[in-house]
């Protein structure tokens, strides 16, 4: 039988642990937060409410689970009546663990002064909604299942983390334990409903099942790290140039990044990697193209040989912030029985144009602003991405990773996987 609600208006689910959750704090029995899940399932109904034949908001108002009361400092909607209570399930072992670097995907480990580590939990979890609205009941029975195949939790929600499912989903009317759900089913499922909730055309997937759950975090890792810096292993004979930079080169006109333009104007000549020298700043346009990515207040590279670290700060003050202390990637990963889902998020407006100062940290040195781009294109450059990484011309990403797919290191061969993503339609 699929989902019901009990005499006393009763709604229970137990959720599997799909990734590690990273704890907010290591309280004994901390887990799950419903203060976290609620909110966000909230937002979730809402998308679908006055949609199709579901019920309108004056409707469920009517019915009592759109609360009538002001809408609180930041909200946009109205709570919706319902409660949720979450504990450690019976079945499962509470033994969370400090996180260390086998997570490469977490760069908190600990906390700013060192004195309390972060802690991951990989526990099943049992869940209980009450509630007394018969509208408000079809809504969540409906939509429930879907929204925890969408949604992350915890600390690095975007990067996999705090990934749960029902233990039980429903197919065509009947339940069945999620490990025994065909699996093109469950894919086909999670990427439609993960296009749909992230407003996202293309979503790419892998099977990470011949992976452990750490390797599965590193292999998201060197993902998002040659997609966005690229890599470079001198002592293993391994260069791989960010897929972003080699993107953005490539259109026409060309467009630069940020990097280039610090270094333009710390050294006014730019040294190529073939021992050329130009002022690259007067050849291309150039923007700030890792904040789509997520960026926290400062960022450290080398030029001639020194280390500069700069700061960012919107130089706006018609925006809310004026220091970024961190903004989160547009690029999700969700993980559900070892299938990892990655999608791009839409650019907010909100970051399109906007100019950045960089300074230099020993003697605050400003140097020339830089913008955002006014739009990127995230479906097409994860389109591009797949297709680099999957292809055997050479010089391509996907040659270099067939090339070194032999090597004999864990790290390496990790990384070789990243062949194996493929595109859904």
Known sequence: ????????????????????????????????RASEVKPKLDR???????????????ELEKDGFIQNNQLANGRTHKALNYKMQIRVSRTSNWSPSPIDNSYPCFYGADNEDNATPRHILICDVDMIITCFSKLGRNLIKEHIEDFFLTTNF???????????????????????????????????RCASKLKERLNSNVCLYA?????????????????????????????????IKSFLFRYYLNQTPSIGNEKAWIKSHDSLLVFSRNGRTGDRSQKEINYFLRAYFGFSNSSTFMTN???????????DTSTRLTTIKRLPSHIYFKIVRNHVFILATPYETELANRAFK???????????????????????????YQLELTSNEKGSIGEILQGVSNYRDNDIEIMSKLRNVRLLN
Not at 305 to 315: F, L, S, Y
Not at 367 to 376: C, G, L, R, W
């Open 1 to 32: 039988m699929p989902l019901e609600w009990d005499k006393y208006c009763q709604l229970k689910i137990t959720l599997e642990a799909q990734t590690p959750l990273i704890l907010f704090h290591n309280q004994p029995g901390a887990t799950l």
């Open 44 to 58: 979730y109904l809402y998308l679908f409410i006055g949609q199709q034949e579901e019920p309108t908001v004056e």
């Open 154 to 188: 915890g600390l690095r929600q975007n990067k996999g983390f705090g990934s749960f499912a029902r233990s039980q989903l429903t197919v065509n009317d009947s339940e069945k334990e999620i490990d025994s759900v065909d699996s093109e089913t469950l894919i086909k």
């Open 207 to 239: 099977d990470l099942s011949e992976l452990n759950t750490e390797n599965q975090f590193r292999w998201i890792s060197h993902f998002s790290r040659i997609m966005k810096s690229g890599i470079n292993y001198p002592h293993k004979g391994l260069y």
């Open 305 to 315: 040989h020194n280390r500069i670290t700069v700061k960012n700060e919107i130089n």
């Open 358 to 384: 960089f300074y230099r940290d020993e003697a605050r040195n400003l140097i020339p602003e830089i913008s955002t781009p006014p739009a990127f294109d995230g479906d097409s450059f994860l389109t591009a």
